[in-house]
């Protein structure tokens, strides 16, 4: 049985060896692709007055994924509408923004 928990980047893989071979241990240290979403600020307009259409959260949060290219695994329902609102942070502070 297999399942992926993580995709990212292995960044350094430290082994220890020590005389007990029974406390031998190998420490990997990640970053998972997540870290996009916090390396740049993003100005952009949601819901905007020329838009057709409603934008909720569920929208927001499918959109900044798919930009990112991660996928939406959770289905938590559309969240609340916004009213137009402008984005001047990154996608991660944002998200976690709305959230709260």
Same mark, same amino acid.
């Given at each position: 049985?297999?399942? *992926?928990?993580?995709?990212?980047? &292995?960044?350094?893989?430290?082994?220890? !060896?020590?005389?007990? /071979?029974?406390? #031998?241990?190998?420490?990997?240290e990640i970053?998972?692709? @997540? &870290?996009?979403? *916090? /390396?740049?600020?993003? +100005? /952009?307009?949601? +819901?905007? $007055?020329?838009?057709? @259409? *409603?934008?909720?959260?569920?929208? %927001?949060? #499918?959109? &900044? $994924?798919? $930009?990112?290219?991660?996928?939406?695994? #959770?289905?938590?329902?559309?969240?609340?509408?916004?009213?137009?609102?402008?984005q001047d942070?990154? *996608? !991660?502070? !944002? %998200?976690?923004?709305? $959230?709260?």
């Amino acid at each position: 049985y297999s399942e *992926d928990v993580l995709w990212g980047y &292995i960044l350094k893989v430290t082994p220890e !060896f020590p005389q007990d /071979r029974g406390a #031998a241990k190998v420490t990997v240290e990640i970053q998972d692709e @997540t &870290i996009a979403l *916090d /390396r740049a600020a993003v +100005n /952009r307009d949601w +819901n905007n $007055a020329s838009s057709s @259409t *409603d934008t909720s959260d569920g929208m %927001i949060v #499918a959109s &900044i $994924a798919s $930009a990112n290219r991660l996928k939406v695994a #959770a289905q938590g329902g559309d969240g609340l509408t916004v009213n137009p609102m402008t984005q001047d942070k990154t *996608d !991660f502070r !944002f %998200i976690t923004e709305r $959230a709260e």
